[in-house]
């Protein structure tokens, strides 16, 4: 009973470096999603993805790129690391969107530190 | 843009306790809002969602109710326990793709 799970959990960065968090989901989710949490802050939308193939902007796009090349897995990349994308990010997954009973199940998060 | 507001930030109360967490948001245009719960290093559990057609929803001990024409919504806890202690997070649905958070409330049940 997996349901979301995000690799790696912990991962220390110098600034400039790039890398790719990974998300994968088990419950055939046809939406999904990639949040930031940050100290006094509630989620932040960054990217998302309603379908095998596509991805749209969210409130915080800027200095990340995400691909959805299979339906159960969703990438976020950081190309150039920058200290202010130290954060908590979670991916989310749901079987649609607009539909007002469908909730979004959450990952565990990846804990990303940019020295 | 959608505010989603949390009041207290944090909450002591000793075990047995009723209590109520509130939830306000700015723009009553909603799909629907959830309750989660988040436990220290840990992701986030969906505990309740109400629809925005609906008034309140229950599951167990835990009420949320929805007032869209006032912004609000409040998750009720009754006979509070030690294991309820975590940071529960209200999050407002606006559309196709967007959930809106609040900042939390940091809820601790003292034995």
């Known amino acids: 009973n997996a349901g979301v799970t995000q690799t790696p959990k912990f991962r220390v960065l110098k600034t400039g470096q790039s890398m790719t968090l990974l998300c994968a989901q088990d419950?055939?989710?046809?939406?999904m999603y990639w949040y930031r949490q940050d100290p006094g802050m509630g989620l932040r939308l960054i990217h998302y993805?309603?379908?095998?193939?596509?991805?749209a902007k969210g409130e915080v796009p800027d200095g990340y790129n995400v691909s959805r090349l299979k339906k159960q897995n969703f990438l976020l990349g950081l190309e150039s690391a920058a200290p202010s994308q130290t954060s908590v990010y979670f991916c989310?997954?749901?079987?649609?969107?607009?539909?007002?009973?469908?909730?979004?199940?959450f990952g565990d998060g990846t804990r990303l530190s940019i020295l | 843009k959608q505010e989603v507001t949390q009041i207290p930030a944090a909450l002591s109360v000793p075990e047995g306790e009723n209590l109520v967490l509130n939830c306000s948001f700015t723009?009553?245009?909603?799909?629907?809002l959830q309750w989660f719960r988040q436990d220290p290093g840990k992701g986030l559990t969906s505990l309740l969602l109400?629809?925005?057609?609906?008034r309140e929803q229950t599951s167990g001990r835990l009420n949320a109710s929805l007032d869209k024409s006032s912004g609000r919504s409040t998750l009720y806890i009754a006979a509070s326990q030690p294991g309820d202690s975590a940071t529960y997070l209200c999050?407002?649905?606006?559309?196709?793709?967007?959930?809106?958070f609040g900042t939390g409330t940091r809820l601790t049940v003292i034995p």
């Open positions: 419950m055939n989710h046809e939406y």
């Open positions: 999050a407002v649905g606006t559309g196709a793709n967007n959930l809106f």
């Open positions: 993805s309603v379908g095998e193939g596509t991805t």
């Open positions: 109400i629809q925005s057609s609906q």
């Open positions: 723009d009553s245009a909603i799909y629907n």
């Open positions: 989310a997954s749901s079987y649609t969107a607009g539909v007002s009973n469908q909730p979004q199940h």
